[in-house]
């Protein structure tokens, strides 16, 4: 059984920082996607950042590009979402997910979500 617990939201002011985490446990990650979407009040769910557990291209959403960057370690099994400049439009709840597809944009494993807030 897969899991992911996202942890390292918060409340935070423009133009702060914070840094997300993801912890997976459950199955052999050597093959597997990554990617952190984030849903805003009144808002579809979005992908912002992906990349895949074993390295290659990154991808990141033209709303974070140059302020977020994700990354993970592989020892812990982790994948983390540095956000920088934090915009009060950030604002929205953090989930991380996780495929073994190769290719597609359809994530099966998700976390439970974490909550980013940020002021003005």
């Known amino acids: 059984q897969v899991q992911l617990v996202e942890s390292g939201g918060g409340l935070v002011q423009a133009g702060g920082s914070l840094r997300l985490s993801c912890a997976a446990s459950?199955?052999?990650?050597?093959?597997?996607?990554m990617g952190w979407f984030r849903q805003a009040p009144g808002k579809e769910r979005e992908l912002i950042a992906a990349?895949?557990?074993?390295?290659?291209?990154?991808y990141y959403a033209d709303s974070v590009k140059g302020r977020f960057t994700i990354s993970r370690d592989n020892a812990k099994n982790t994948v983390y979402l540095q956000m920088n400049s934090l915009k009060p439009e950030d604002t929205a709840v953090y989930y991380c997910?996780?495929?073994?597809?190769?290719?597609?944009?359809?994530?099966?494993?998700w976390g439970q979500g974490t909550q980013v807030s940020v002021s003005s």
């Open positions: 990349n895949r557990w074993s390295g290659g291209s990154t």
């Open positions: 997910a996780a495929t073994w597809r190769p290719t597609g944009t359809s994530y099966d494993y």
């Open positions: 459950g199955r052999t990650f050597s093959s597997v996607r």
